[in-house]
Structures are given as C-alpha cells and as structure tokens.
C-alpha cells in the first residue's frame, strides 16, 4: 500500500495530495488512501457527486468521486473533511486522478451562504478586509507557497557559497540608515517617556536607552561576518513611512548578506545576479500565478533568468545623462527632472529598467550626498561604493555597497550624516581590530515575489500586511 511506503520515509506524518500524486506508481492499479483537506468545490448529480479536495500542498487539488448514500449533506464548500477511498486513474477531462470515495467524515462545518471566499473572483479590498481567511483563495495560497520554495532555494545557494545562517536582533538600539522612520517600542505598562527631562527618560527606558524595532540587519551582520566571514538573514524589518505605493510596507522582510574580503562592488553584484538567476529558475507556481498576466512580463522575467547573458551594469552618472537626454526630447517627460545629485524617483527607476536596457540592470556609484554613511567612499571624492538593482515593473529590488573599513573615514562620514558618534560607538570599534575590506546588500523579499508572481501589489506578497493605518490582525 502507498500508505506503508510513505511510511518508511515519514514516521509521523501521512502523505500529502502533492506526495501522492507524484510518487504514483506507473501501473495504474487502485492504492487505498486517505486523505485530510478543504472542500474547494462540490457539483451534485443524481446518480453521483464530484468534490474538489485540497490540503494546500500544491495548486492542484484531488476530485473525489462520491455516491449518493455516501454523500453528507453538509459536504460544503469551505468544509474540513476526512476521505478515506480509493485512489484511481480518472476517465474525465481536467485531472489524471480520482478518488473514489468510500468513506467521509466532515471534521469542520461551513455555512456556504455565510462563507467569505466564494469561487467567483473577488475584490483585492474585500480580501485585505478578510486577511484571515485570504490564504484559502488559489492565488494567495499560489504565493505562500512561492514564498516557501524561493526561501528554500536561496537558502540552498548560499549553503553552497558556504555561508552561515545568523540570527540578528528585532529591536535595535539605533537607525542603521539613519532616515529616521523607525517604530520607538516600549512597555505597554508605562507611557512613552518625555523628552524633555533626560534623567527621568533614562530612568523610565527598559534598556536604559530608546529602543526601535529595527529597519536593517546590516550593521549586526557586519559584526558577525568579522567571525565568521560569510553570513546572511532573512529577518523582518520595519519601517514608519506612510507610503502609500504598490512597493511599500510598513512590516516587511529582508534577505541580508554581509561577508569579509572583497574589494569590488561589482564582486557582490555577481552574486546577487547569480543567486537570483538561480531562484528564477523556480515556476511550480507559474501555471496559477501567470494564467491571466500580461504575457510582455513574464517573457521579460523568463529572459532575465536565462544563464550565460550578464545584466546591464550602468554608474549613477550615465543613468542620469540618459534619463535627462529623453526628459529633454520627450514631449511628455518625467515628473520630477532628473538631475545629478537627486535621488531616482520611482519613474526614473522603472524607465532605465524598462525602456533604457529592457531588463535588470545594476546602478552603481550614487553620490555620497544620497547613500548612508556605512558605504565605502571611492578616490573620487563625490561618490561611493554602492549599487541598487532595478528590474522591471518594480523599481529597486536590491540594493548593496562595500562598507567603509577605514576608521577615521567612517568617523567623518558619521559627523557628516549628523549622526552621534556614541551611538555607533560599537560599530566604529569593528575597525580597530582587524579590519577588513568587506560589503554586502538586502533584499526585499517582497519585491521578490512581486517580480515573480506577477503580482502588483506588494500587499498581496506577504501573508498578514500592514501599512499606514492599516493593521487589522
């Protein structure tokens, strides 16, 4: 019996509909099993009715095959339920399989009339206002488990890279971008602390200082990669910022790597180009996500994960010449004029990636003036070690630099940003001792799976989001 094989392989734990329907044996003989899911869908004819059963395994569910008398009257869309049947091959269109049923037992209830998720298509709002029950929909269930098999993915590269796995603080003594949106935490027993009598605060803070949820892993893997060399996190990160665009949450998670000995920013761009051309190659979701997408994006991601064609790599400098030649001859132009010295507004961002080179590309050299103080400034005097990543129809997906390892550089970059030398008093101390050229980059995991999925909406890439004013669970 299938279920005795699983058994040697699992001892704790029966089969899943994915298990099941791919270790099949090719005979195409009955197996007897029993299977524990959701009711998707139920069609009732005189003589027999069909239910679609899921367990969230995979996209496709299992039908099952019922006779009338084995047939309860509360098998209902939405309802738990319990099958025990026989396994066959299916003489029907639209599935290789079918379970015939012989015995069910309804583990859960559910009212059909008063059940949320119905099959008709509905509003993203309606889901966001339901985000309890928006995992049982395909598409989000297609996304969760996206985000499960990229996770595993990226885990598997960089085992292979031989990179450890750490764990970073969530709460955080200072801003590691120093931009200010960061969440103050403190006990619910007590109000936040005034800032008008400094003792009385020190007095009143947990720790004996502010403390904030924290916006980046960075600083506390560089400590970390001073040990162990090559180290990564995909930790949760949060920020205060009240955008409101399809590319912002409040709660988010990022992929941060940091590791020791390297000298060139371009050496950390082949890595993340090449840990992302590796996750590319992940489409069991594609089928399901893709089926209604506009076709232009996903032959624009499928180009970009093909091996042995390098993406773009652009300074800062030459973007925005290009980016001004077309604001300068197009009837329509940008927004905001592109100039040197300013930030890529999001339109700026998504016409290099788009119009300019069609593809992923790597801007690299931004001025001091728009990067953190951690970043490596370069001989030039005007520009540092950096690089953002933009892809299509996202803007920045990664963003990376060498650090700067030179200690009375990183002083005066810290006094230059405005920043107080005693709170990073910890990080400056990393350079006394053995210091080494090192750099990294984060990730939005969340941008990842927008690029992926087809899916706009970074509020709909994450299972419970949160953003300005809105944070129902």
């Not at 129809?393 to 990183?410: F, Q, T």
Request: proline share 5%; net charge negative.
């Amino acid at each position: 019996m299938l279920l005795r094989r699983f058994a040697t392989a699992s001892t704790s734990l029966p089969p899943t509909i994915r298990q099941l329907l791919s270790s099949l044996p090719p005979t195409g003989q009955a197996i007897e099993v029993q299977l524990s899911g959701w009711i998707k869908s139920v069609r009732r004819q005189k003589n027999v009715t069909f239910a679609v059963i899921n367990d969230g395994s995979c996209a496709s569910g299992l039908q099952a095959v019922l006779k009338p008398d084995a047939t309860p009257h509360n098998l209902t869309n939405g309802a738990s339920v319990r099958i025990c049947g026989n396994l066959v091959q299916s003489t029907g269109r639209g599935q290789s399989y079918e379970l015939q049923v012989e015995a069910v037992d309804i583990l859960g209830e559910c009212n059909p009339e008063a059940y949320p998720i119905q099959k008709q298509a509905l509003p993203v709002e309606f889901l966001r206002d339901n985000a309890h029950l928006r995992a049982r929909t395909d598409i989000n269930a297609a996304m969760l488990r996206l985000r499960d098999s990229v996770l595993r993915m990226l885990h598997s590269y960089y085992e292979a890279q031989d990179f450890h796995y750490v764990h970073t603080p969530i709460l955080t003594s200072n801003d590691c971008e120093g931009g200010g949106e960061t969440f103050r935490v403190s006990p619910a027993s007590s109000a936040p602390p005034s800032r008008q009598s400094p003792d009385s605060s020190a007095q009143a803070e947990f720790f004996s200082q502010p403390a904030y949820l924290t916006v980046s892993s960075q600083l506390h893997l560089e400590a970390l990669a001073a040990s162990l060399s090559r180290v990564y996190t995909l930790s949760p990160c949060f920020r205060a910022e009240r955008s409101q665009t399809n590319r912002h949450l409040a709660e988010f998670w990022m992929l941060e790597a940091e590791w020791a000995f390297i000298n060139h920013v371009g050496d950390i761009c082949d890595v993340v180009e090449e840990s992302l051309k590796n996750v590319l190659q992940c489409r069991s979701e594609h089928a399901l996500l893709w089926k209604d997408g506009d076709e232009a994006k996903l032959k624009s991601l499928e180009d970009a994960s093909r091996p042995g064609i390098p993406w773009t790599r652009i300074s800062y400098t030459d973007a925005v010449n290009e980016l001004q030649k077309y604001h300068a001859s197009s009837r329509v132009g940008f927004e905001f004029e592109p100039a040197w010295g300013r930030a890529l507004q999001s339109e700026h961002e998504r016409w290099v990636s788009e119009r300019l080179v069609g593809g992923p590309v790597f801007v690299t050299d931004y001025p001091t003036s728009l990067k953190p103080f951690y970043m490596r400034a370069n001989d030039d005097g005007q520009t540092v070690a950096c690089f953002d990543l933009l892809v299509p129809s996202i803007g920045e997906l990664v963003g990376g630099s060498l650090r700067e390892e030179r200690s009375s550089h990183l002083v005066e970059a810290i006094r230059r940003h405005g920043l107080k030398e005693e709170e990073y008093g910890w990080y400056v101390d990393l350079r006394k001792y053995g210091s080494a050229p090192h750099g990294g980059y984060g990730l939005g995991f969340e941008r990842l799976i927008s690029w992926m999925s087809g899916i706009e909406n970074v509020r709909e890439c994450i299972a419970m989001p949160r953003w300005a004013k809105r944070m129902l669970l």
